[in-house]
């Protein structure tokens, strides 16, 4: 079974518009950690950022902010007044504490911003 | 940047041929790892090292095999290429300080078999 899900094959806003890729995980861990992953064109894997289980806080930074909600098992990315630049594969990704050797990831959503 | 390079960067080889990769870190971290990427899959783990000499298989590590002599040096190989094993290959390195660290990616290989 997928352990990382993201169900948005594709998405292509307008630039300036509001998007949320959505990552929904399956773990039975208790302690788990999430990451967030950024591939634009030039193909690069970019680390964006890291949730611990044990910290549902929201993250904010610049025009990204993450939802954690372990309710949902969700750990959702929000763009907010996309640019052109932000067009990319994003992936997410779970590490569970009793395999930490071992990342899991979903199989990624492209965005694409229109100008 | 994290220190990683993955040599070479492309190749086309044709079919049955023996392949090498080499992925080489400069930061001392203790784990890496090899993935494919192939569209429709993500990311999709090959094999993995917790150490020198310490490896293990990931989900399709059929027709792959690794050796880590050397902290700074993982290498894959394709015993016998076969055209299923075309795809863009990344090396990733993590630290073992806590587990809540991130992978880190090199700029990965594409390679082609023909």
């Known amino acids: 079974a997928q352990k990382v899900t993201q169900a948005q094959t594709e998405i292509s806003v307008v630039e300036k518009e509001d998007v949320t890729l959505d990552c929904v995980y399956e773990t039975r861990d208790t302690t788990y950690y999430l990451f967030w992953y950024k591939q634009p064109p030039s193909g690069e894997l970019v680390f964006l950022i890291r949730?611990?289980?044990?910290?549902?806080q929201n993250e904010i930074s610049g025009r990204y902010s993450w939802n954690f909600q372990k309710s949902t098992s969700s750990f959702n990315f929000t763009i907010t007044a996309s640019q052109v630049v932000d067009s990319a594969v994003y992936f997410c990704a779970l590490s569970e504490a009793n395999t930490g050797n071992q990342f899991y990831f979903g199989t990624g959503t492209s965005l694409t911003v229109i100008p | 940047d994290a220190g990683i390079t993955q040599s070479p960067r492309h190749k086309v080889t044709e079919t049955g041929t023996p392949v090498t990769l080499r992925c080489h870190q400069t930061?001392?971290?203790?784990?890496m790892y090899w993935y494919r990427q192939d569209p429709g899959h993500g990311l999709r783990l090959i094999h993995y090292?917790?150490?020198?000499?310490?490896?293990d298989k990931g989900e399709v590590s059929d027709g792959y095999s690794v050796s880590r002599s050397k902290t700074e040096d993982f290498l894959l190989t394709l015993e016998s290429a076969t055209s299923s094993q075309t795809s863009v290959y990344f090396c990733?390195?993590?630290?073992?300080?806590?587990?809540?660290?991130?992978?880190?990616f090199g700029d990965g290989t594409r390679l082609s078999i023909l």
């Open positions: 949730r611990n289980s044990f910290d549902e």
């Open positions: 930061e001392n971290h203790r784990y």
């Open positions: 090292s917790y150490g020198v000499k310490d490896t």
């Open positions: 990733a390195i993590r630290n073992a300080d806590s587990l809540n660290q991130p992978q880190h």
